[in-house]
């Protein structure tokens, strides 16, 4: 007992190398007594000690035991302590899933046996695990629930350690003010106590934000105080996490690149040591990186390559969690964009589409392979070359792949059974991480202003005239954007047209394309770009988007997958019952897409769901087994998420609950699909959260649960307009003609008409996936 208090006092002050020295003692004790209930707590603390020096193998060894030894003593308390401490382990070993997994189960027994202060570190446990996945709300949430604990039981230590994961969510939010707000009270705690293993990790963090900040100095007094903390402590993860800051250091603000590469060569060969894969991944891109702008290509490839293989690792532990792997893709892609540049400085023009198609809705790959059975697809796996690249392609239409890279878009052109093609176009001379990204952007939401669209709405319903003026505020993109692009004489949509179709239009074959957007260009309305002559694109071409050349290849192995009869249509419904807090109506009914059901129902013989019979229930109850979906409904403007009519359980509440009557990405992801066509006539269905895998709306929900393809609108629609233009769509649709074409007619229909001629009517409308068609023989037709 008394070598366990002495390891304990050691490790309260940081120094876990004689802590561990005491702590071995008192288990040789325990073992020669046979006391297991005095091993099972020093199997704990050597647990601790040991990740707290960078000693996985060993810290997962003790905790394992210390798991063991409590479920043989019935110990609930040290029980949960063991899952915590594994939960941990996990973290550092890059298993996310396990991660949490581990820190849920602490959770759910320290809320049985009331261990608050436990309690609290689970849910620090559980933030960690999220910040590490990139979703840092769900990260803040956690971390301001162990904290809200650690102050009431005045837990100082919790408390310190809370303010330092909230540090870092708020700094993985760019929020760097509030970031370092919490690493000064994390520092000060941690001063107060005499915790020198968090005054190191404080230091550390500060001097990562004062990086961030532009701060050279600042940032590297805390890193040079981290690391020397570090190193007197044996404490090798907060070494290896110095090392990595100082070498970014001497990248950026000294250009001294070799300097740079030792320090991250000390940095990687410290994550190996302690098995922390998340540092090794980060270590090589960095590597890469500097060798990259010392132009040795060679060397700045092979460490490109090693960080890509150690993130598919790690990514490939999530397994079935699809919102993980997308954020913990999104954490990542710097390899992924790092491994294509230098690809393309080496000329290798097929290898470096593989790296970008490598590292585009891999997440959303994978839950298409599950839905259409097909065995799980394995990131290992050889990607295709510049041959089957080209083989890609089952028809005449050109595949344009598009990929942003600092000030640069790269335009890779597929054509049938012919090498793959490449250009580049630079937007301006500046040189940032995010540059195009950031002028597309702006380039794009300019565009949406020119042309009237009401973008930043939630319902653009002209038939309610009281709404116009009330829901209607636009926040100016021009403040924010280019002024060298801003000069230029061509309106926006020639602009998005010069920088992304006339590179490759001289090498295009045939009168479709097929589109792979990346980044903000998801939200370019492309069949609106105007050539030189003031040609919409679509008067040359039918459009259509991909999110990836390897959702179009798993579509493609499926053609007897989708059914070939039976509709579903739902229009307008009833919102009358979904009000706020005065129990005023959030949302008007929608006149014209009642209509708009009555009219798709008659022409594709079925009874459309419209009012109160549109629910929520009613509406899964039958999407699985159509081959053609339509809902004419509000869409949510952050995520396209739909408005139905509240299930009639929810009816007897006052109020409906979201989950009553919103159709949500989780609800369809839920089901398994069979619909060649999925018709989203709402506001912002082709919306979503802009990440590396994509857009993340309901319009990826709709494919990754099954759809062949889904039409949707970039932006708030016009009631009216929508109702001419489906009438069209359908209308073509019927007479045998391809989604992607009846596509083109209904859009040339309404701008060739008096009333909506405008762009913001006819151009909001997209088809992502692939071009369907309803043949003869299908039942939906028209008898």
């Known amino acids: 007992m008394v070598y366990r208090n002495l390891g304990n006092i050691y490790s309260g002050l940081g120094d876990y190398i004689k802590a561990l020295d005491y702590y071995s003692r008192s288990l040789s004790i325990a073992k020669n007594t046979g006391n297991k209930g005095g091993m099972a707590p020093v199997y704990g603390s050597l647990a601790n000690a040991s990740l707290n020096l960078g000693d996985t193998k060993n810290a997962k060894k003790y905790a394992n035991l210390h798991l063991t030894c409590a479920k043989e003593m019935g110990n609930k308390d040290m029980e949960g302590g063991a899952y915590g401490a594994l939960g941990h382990i996990y973290g550092v070993l890059g298993d996310f899933k396990k991660s949490i997994e581990y820190c849920n189960r602490r959770l759910d027994i320290c809320k049985a046996v009331e261990n608050l202060e436990a309690e609290g570190g689970a849910y620090g446990g559980l933030g960690s695990a999220f910040d590490s996945l990139g979703d840092f709300e769900k990260a803040i949430d956690y971390h301001m629930q162990h904290l809200r604990i650690a102050e009431t039981i005045g837990d100082k230590d919790g408390e310190a350690v809370a303010y330092g994961n909230l540090g870092n969510a708020y700094l993985g939010l760019e929020d760097f003010n509030a970031a370092l707000h919490f690493f000064e009270q994390r520092l000060r705690i941690a001063k107060d106590l005499g915790d020198k293993a968090g005054e190191g990790r ?38 290896g996490a110095a090392c990595c800051h100082l070498g970014t250091l001497v990248s950026q603000f000294h250009c001294d690149f070799k300097k740079a590469i030792d320090w991250h060569n000390q940095q990687l060969r410290i994550a190996k040591d302690i098995g922390n894969r998340g540092m090794e991944g980060l ?33 490939s532990l999530l397994q079935s969690e699809d919102k993980w792997k997308i954020g913990f893709r999104n954490e990542c892609n710097y390899a992924y964009t790092g491994l294509c540049r230098v690809l393309l400085k080496q000329e290798k023009i097929g290898e470096a589409l593989a ?92 565009a949406y202003e020119n042309n009237g669209v009401r973008a930043n709405v939630n319902c653009e319903n002209r038939s309610l005239d009281v709404l116009r003026e009330n829901c209607y505020t636009v926040e100016r993109s021009s403040k924010k954007f280019s002024q060298q692009i801003l000069q230029e004489d061509n309106p926006p949509l020639a ?163 979201e989950e009553d009557y919103m159709l949500t990405m989780k609800d369809v992801m839920s089901v398994k699909l069979r619909a060649k066509l999925v018709v989203l006539s709402c506001c912002h269905s082709g919306r979503g959260e802009i990440k590396a895998e994509g857009v993340v709306g309901i319009a990826r929900a709709f494919i990754g649960a099954g759809a062949c ?69 299908e039942e939906i037709r028209v008898s």
């Open 283 to 315: 270590a090589y891109s960095y590597i890469g990186q500097c060798f990259e702008m010392l132009n040795v290509l060679p060397k700045a490839l092979d460490n490109y390559q090693r960080s890509v293989e150690v993130f598919n690792q790690m990514w």
């Open 709 to 777: 393809s889904v039409l949707v609108s970039l932006w708030a629609i016009d009631d009216e307009a929508t109702l001419e233009f489906v009438k069209s769509f359908y209308h073509n649709l019927v007479k045998g003609r391809s989604a992607s074409e009846s596509l083109n007619h209904a859009m040339t229909c309404l701008r060739e008409s008096e009333t909506f001629s405008d762009v913001k009517y006819w151009a909001p409308f997209t088809l992502i996936g692939d071009d369907v068609t309803l043949d003869e023989q």
């Open 495 to 657: 602009a998005l047209y010069s920088y992304v179709i006339a590179p490759i239009l001289d090498l295009i074959e045939g009168d479709e394309l097929i589109i792979v957007p990346d980044g903000p260009l998801w939200l370019a309305p492309f069949a609106a770009l105007l050539n030189p002559f003031s040609k919409y694109l679509c008067e040359s071409f039918k459009v259509r988007l991909i999110p990836s050349l390897t959702s179009l290849r798993i579509i493609a192995h499926c053609p007897k997958f989708h059914s070939s009869s039976g509709a579903l249509v739902v229009g307008d419904p009833d919102m009358s019952e979904v009000t706020d807090s005065q129990g005023d109506q959030i949302l008007e009914q929608l006149p014209f897409a009642r209509q708009e059901a009555q009219m798709i129902g008659q022409i594709l013989n079925t009874a459309p769901l419209t009012g109160k019979s549109a629910t929520k229930c009613e509406v899964l109850k039958h999407i699985s087994s159509v081959a053609v979906v339509h809902i004419a409904a509000h869409g949510r403007m952050e995520t396209g998420e739909i408005a139905l009519s509240p299930n009639p359980e929810s009816r007897k509440s006052q109020t409906p609950a």
């Open 355 to 446: 790296a970008a198609e490598e590292g585009r809705a891999q997440s959303l790959a994978d839950l298409m392979t599950s839905q259409y059975g097909f065995q799980e697809r394995q990131t290992e796996e050889k990607c295709p070359d510049e041959e089957e690249f080209g083989m890609l392609n089952n028809t005449s239409s050109s595949t344009i792949f598009l990929s942003l890279s600092e000030n640069k878009i790269n335009i890779w052109l597929l054509l049938k059974e012919k090498p793959v093609l490449h250009r580049q176009k630079a937007l301006y001379h500046h040189f940032a991480e995010n540059a195009a990204a950031e002028t597309l952007q702006s380039l794009i939401q300019f």
């Open 202 to 239: 404080a230091n550390g963090h500060l001097g990562g934000t004062f990086q961030r900040l532009g701060n050279y100095k600042k940032a590297i007094d805390y890193c040079n105080l981290r690391l020397c903390i570090a190193q007197e402590l044996g404490d090798k993860a907060g070494e």
